[in-house]
């Protein structure tokens, strides 16, 4: 392993660098039947910086078998009190471990240091506390039914069994914990799989669970690439659901490989958001939003605000404002002070990005900032942004997942043609509108074919928001108690009083 590590990265995040990772199940590191490991790298710089292990089809059904014995065993007998307790042991561990956890999640997905302390880990912690609290409240109802006689009937809210969860590279903590809490919440018992490119947090919270008490076999964490390792996890017939987010690609795989036994799928998958600026609109704080939404974390977000709408009256003040902001973002590596962007993932991720642009200029779009790749080493894309796009056009049409804005204008006020031109597309995860008429704004939100609408706002990361999308971005919704719907089935009782 390169010993090029950044030198602002502190001791235990360095310590937990130089550990030769296993997968954990059953509560224990172990290593895996093919022996074979995968390299980690620090995007901003493409060195490795860590190995982790490369799990097997078989070590999948180990994982697997220790779930189901901890969901039979030790966890069932866990009570929803001691659940609360452990789930907030957990969370108060994490919050003891921020700096190292936010450093790990920096260097590992190249996200700048300060939202990683100030955004992931305080949001994980606030997702564990919100689903802590629902392990006593998950009570069921005494419906009054019709049946001749007398009768007594209720229904309860029992954990769906086994779950297989497998995550993506863009939020590792964050997707991690999203599906982590609600299953703990639940009782369900659960084998995670991290993304092969940035598995580290997700092993750290392994160990950070344990250490809280929450009894072994109950969180699993295995390495490896989705195939053997995430199909594995997906066809299992011995995991009940299975909960994915990534691409749609690999969503309808999932979805293939579930079909065996009919196992219970969510999905959250990608996105082409709209932005919809009103001639009314504070332009400022659109464009800060704007530039928030598409350029954080080089834009590898599946709700970025990457397809944006401005009326005519506003569109060339609007275009200057984001310009300005995209041509002074600093560009480096996360752990650098000062840093507003970091690099995409991978080199397959740059050249995807990069074709993407060059694409968007072939088919007419005029390049407004940005456009190319960005220093000697490491996996950098610059803001970007193109004017002239239209429907057709790739960069319309497909999720980029990078530092991309496309940006267009409107000269109508008639709300339904405006809402048709923005629904126009085969995602439905989020949208965005800016006006100071909050009877426009109303309107608007409700004609907007999306699982998440925020207005004079590009995002609302609160636990108790549900998050999913509609038409291709996916089923189901994570945060909120739909999470806890997800991950829990309802069984209805029902007594004969007369015999």
């Known amino acids: 392993m390169t010993t090029n590590i950044h030198p602002a990265l502190g001791e235990a995040a360095r310590a937990f660098l130089s550990r030769e990772h296993q997968l954990l199940i059953d509560g224990r590191m172990i290593a895996s039947d093919g022996g074979r490991r995968t390299e980690i790298l620090d995007p901003a710089t493409g060195e490795v910086i860590a190995t982790v292990v490369e799990a097997t089809a078989s070590d999948v059904d180990r994982a697997v078998a220790a779930a189901r014995g901890a969901l ?39 996200k700048p240091l300060p939202f990683c302390r100030n955004g992931d880990v305080p949001g994980i912690v606030e997702m564990l506390r919100y689903m802590a609290g629902w392990t006593t409240k998950m009570g069921g109802e005494t419906p009054n039914v019709s049946l001749p006689g007398e ?156 397809r944006l709408y401005v009326h005519e009256r506003a569109y060339e003040p609007m275009l200057e404002l984001i310009a300005k902001r995209a041509n002074g973002m600093k560009m480096g590596h996360g752990l650098d002070a000062g840093t507003d962007m970091g690099p995409v993932i991978s080199r397959r991720q740059l050249d995807r990005v990069a074709g993407y642009i060059h ?71 989020a949208a965005s509108i800016w006006t100071k008429d909050i009877g426009r704004a109303h309107k608007m939100a409700r004609r907007m074919q999306a699982g998440i609408v925020n207005v004079n706002a590009l995002s609302s990361p609160d636990a108790t928001l549900p998050y999913g999308g509609y038409k291709q971005s996916g089923w189901g919704r994570e945060r909120g108690f739909e999470a806890i719907e997800l991950y829990t089935e309802v069984k209805a009782v029902a007594i004969n009083l007369n015999n």
């Open 151 to 306: 009768w007594h009937a209720y229904t309860l809210r029992e954990p769906v069994g086994v779950v297989g969860q497998i995550i993506p590279w863009n939020f590792p903590l964050n997707m991690a914990m999203w599906k982590i809490a609600p299953a703990l919440a639940a009782g369900c018992a659960v084998v995670m799989k991290p993304s092969e490119q940035t598995p580290l947090t997700a092993l750290r919270l392994g160990e950070l669970a344990l250490e809280a008490g929450i009894p072994p076999g109950v969180l699993n964490i295995v390495t490896g690439f989705g195939h053997p390792v995430g199909s594995a996890l997906a066809a299992h017939p011995g995991v009940d659901k299975v909960a994915f987010t990534g691409s749609g690609e690999t969503g309808r795989r999932i979805l293939q490989a579930a079909s065996g036994n009919l196992k219970r799928v969510s999905l959250e998958l990608g996105g082409k958001s709209p932005v919809i600026v009103f001639p009314d609109a504070n332009l400022e704080a659109a464009a800060a939003g704007v530039c928030s939404s598409i350029f954080f974390h080089a834009g590898q977000i599946c709700a970025a605000g990457s």
């Open 359 to 429: 694409s968007g200029q072939e088919e007419g779009a005029t390049l407004y900032a940005g456009g190319g790749a960005s220093g000697e080493r490491g996996f950098f894309v610059q803001p970007t942004v193109l004017t002239g796009v239209k429907p057709g056009m790739k960069v319309h049409d497909e999720e980029i997942f990078g530092p991309v804005l496309c940006a267009m204008s409107f000269d109508d006020d008639d709300l339904d043609r405006i809402a048709a031109t923005a629904n126009a597309s085969t995602y439905g995860l």
């Open 72 to 110: 039979e065993g030790a966890w069932r007998k866990v009570t929803p009190a001691e659940r609360t307790r452990m789930m907030l042991r957990f969370a108060g561990l994490i919050e003891a471990n921020a700096d190292e956890l936010a450093q790990l999640e920096c260097i590992n997905s190249g």
